[in-house]
């Protein structure tokens, strides 16, 4: 039985509220620039994806960052705001980064922006592990 021939037709006003509707919460969650570096400034962020940890970085003062996979490297680099997105470069990689983050009761949801299709990353709880960066490779 075809029900589409009893509805009576929509209005113009009732389609944008159902569109109005559809937005994705997280687009109005996204944590300001300004509220990112509150609530990172200082601090060493582990984040995780599919429950391993993914790497690490450390947020300092004037957007300063420096992260590292956890592989004993460390990349020195920067943070600006680029809309509502925060985007990285660093020193072997001027490409800027985009990312959009969002804060959960759990910590913060960053979404990689030049790729939506990748996995989530989600801050995860301390692990205890310092960020350990012994600098370049020396005699290699």
């Known amino acids: 039985m075809d029900l589409s021939a009893k509805l009576p037709p929509m209005r113009p006003l009732a389609t944008l509220l159902i569109l109005l ?3 994705p919460v997280a687009a109005q969650d996204l944590l300001t620039p300004e509220e990112f570096d509150r609530y990172t400034r200082g601090k060493t962020l582990f984040y995780g994806q599919g429950g391993e940890i993914y790497g690490a970085e450390i947020y300092y003062e004037n957007r300063r960052v420096t992260w590292s996979f956890l592989d004993g490297e460390c990349k020195e ?8 997105l925060i985007c990285f470069t660093y020193e072997d990689n001027p490409a800027p980064q985009c990312w959009s983050f969002l804060r959960r009761p759990t910590g913060l949801i960053a979404r990689f922006e030049n790729d939506p299709a990748t996995t989530d990353l989600y801050e995860a709880r301390d692990t205890g ?3 350990i960066c ?4 020396v005699g290699v």
């Open 21 to 23: 509707i559809a937005l």
């Open 77 to 84: 680099g920067r943070w600006y705001a680029k809309g509502p």
């Open 129 to 131: 592990e310092a960020l």
């Open 134 to 137: 012994p600098g370049p490779k």
